[in-house]
Structure formats: C-alpha cells, structure tokens
Nanobody
Framework: QVQLVESGGGLVQPGGSLRLSCAAS????????MGWYRQAPGKERELVAR??????????NYADSVKGRFTISRDNAKTTVYLQMNSLNSEDTAVYYC?????????WGQGTQVTVSS
C-alpha cells in the first residue's frame, strides 16, 4: 500500500504562485510514476504533471495548459513530490490530487483545493 498526503493548497490571486507538496509513505520503493492531476467543477479529472520515478533522467510530462508555468520536482529522498505553480489564473482553480502508480495499481491522495480569485 502507498499513502499520499497533499498539502499547500489555498486561495491565491491571479498571477500569484503556490507550491503543492505530496508526501508518500508505505511501499514506495518501487513506485513507477508520481504526479499531479486536477479536477475542476463540472469537468473530468486531468493530468497536470508527471514524472516516471523508475527511470533516471526522465523529462517530466506537463499538460499543455500549464507548460512554462508549473514545475514538478521530487526531493532527494524520493518521498515527496512538489508542484510549483506560477502565473496562476482562474482556469487553474480545481482540486489537485497527488497520484502514484506501482505495479499497475493507482494510488490517490485526498486532494487539496486551489482557488484562483481576486
């Protein structure tokens, strides 16, 4: 089992920044991927950013809508994934979920709300 706990969401003005964190625990030694999804009201959940953790030197994947504004990274201990979000706009308002895969199984965090509003 893998447990994922997100933090760092909140209310931010347009143009502002937030950093989300996702702490992984449990059977994390062989995680295949870690990343972030988001779901806005009335919309389907979508991939925001992802890294393949079992391959070193892999270039992260980003949704086109966040390229150049969001950056995904991981700490040296490989237990925490971050999502740095800059130049936020109202379309970034959503619940953000941490996601990981291991052995073909999907794991999800509980989600953290990000609201971009003046």
């Amino acid at each position: 089992q893998v447990q994922l706990v997100e933090s760092g969401g909140g209310l931010v003005q347009p143009g502002g920044s937030l950093r989300l964190s996702c702490a992984a625990s449990g059977s994390i030694s062989r995680l295949n991927t870690m990343g972030w999804y988001r779901q806005a009201p009335g919309k389907e959940r979508e991939l925001v950013a992802r890294i393949i953790t079992i391959i070193s030197g892999f270039t992260p994947n980003y949704a086109d809508s966040v390229k150049g504004r969001f950056t995904i990274s991981r700490d040296n201990a490989k237990t925490t994934v971050y999502l740095q979000m800059n130049s936020l706009n109202s379309e970034d308002t959503a619940v953000y979920y941490c996601h990981a895969t291991r052995g073909g199984v999907d794991y999800w965090g509980q989600g953290t709300q990000v609201t971009v509003s003046s």
